[in-house]
């Protein structure tokens, strides 16, 4: 037993990974099956999550990154991307479970329609204090081929109109400084940080498979996404940092 302990200490406290947190990116959980590859069963969500208390990595809210927290050597942070319905009825009941704090990233257009979350629950879900919602753009655009559709200044208005109107929706109705970016499929560029901080944000992030160091450059912040293969060593792998294979 006491070996299995410091060969844990040995992984996760590795000096390569200090100081790093691993971002957890999701999308959608299903009860019973994945039915893409952005979803998370309910049941490998579970299983991850026991995990992470099982380690003892302390989750951490996205915001401690930037409010002077002093940050512990190994954490995890948990978003999820889009307000699909099933944050509310899968993942929100094991955060709650676990006292573990997530951040939600959301397209203000959807919500209240179809499979997307209705606004009192995440109305219920930050009066838990658990779940923050920050936004996501207004209608998930693919900035790469957008920009290409367009004359530069039609782009430059078309951005900041997808950068500004999320925040000032987001805060009319749920209230808080709306802050926190998440690029669309991760797609982000200098030009782009450079909008995002323009429109009165602090960070973004995006995806890359891999930790987020204390130097990360802040408006193309590293996040892992986490697929329902990520059980065992996959996972082990994420919480301690390491880069994700090219391959995956
Ligand atoms: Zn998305």
Known sequence: MRLIAALLLLLFAAPACAQTVSILAYHRFSP?????????????????????????IPVIPLRALFDGTTLPQRAVAITADDGHRS????????LQAHRFH??????????????????????????????????????????????????????????????????????????????????PYGINDPALHQAAQAAGYRAAFALGGRAAPPDAA???????????????????????GR????SQ
């Open 87 to 94: 944050v509310f009825t899968e993942m929100f009941p094991l």
């Open 32 to 56: 019973d099956h994945a039915p893409g590859a952005t979803t998370v069963t309910t049941r490998v969500f579970a299983a991850q999550l026991d995990r992470i208390a099982a380690l003892g």
């Open 102 to 183: 997530a951040t939600l990233f959301l397209n203000p257009p959807g919500l209240g329609h179809g499979t997307y979350l209705r606004w009192e629950e995440i109305a219920a879900m930050q009066a838990s204090g658990l779940v923050d919602a920050e936004p996501h753009t207004m209608t998930h655009p693919d900035f790469r081929t957008e920009r290409t559709r367009r004359p530069p200044e039609a782009f430059a208005a078309f951005l900041r109109q997808e950068l500004e109107a999320p925040r000032r929706l987001l805060a009319a109705r749920l209230g808080g400084t709306m802050d926190l970016l998440a690029w």
């Open 243 to 246: 880069p994700r294979a090219k």
């Open 218 to 240: 802040p408006f193309a912040i590293p996040r892992y996404q986490v697929y329902d293969t990520d059980l065992g060593a996959r996972f082990d792998a994420i919480l301690s």
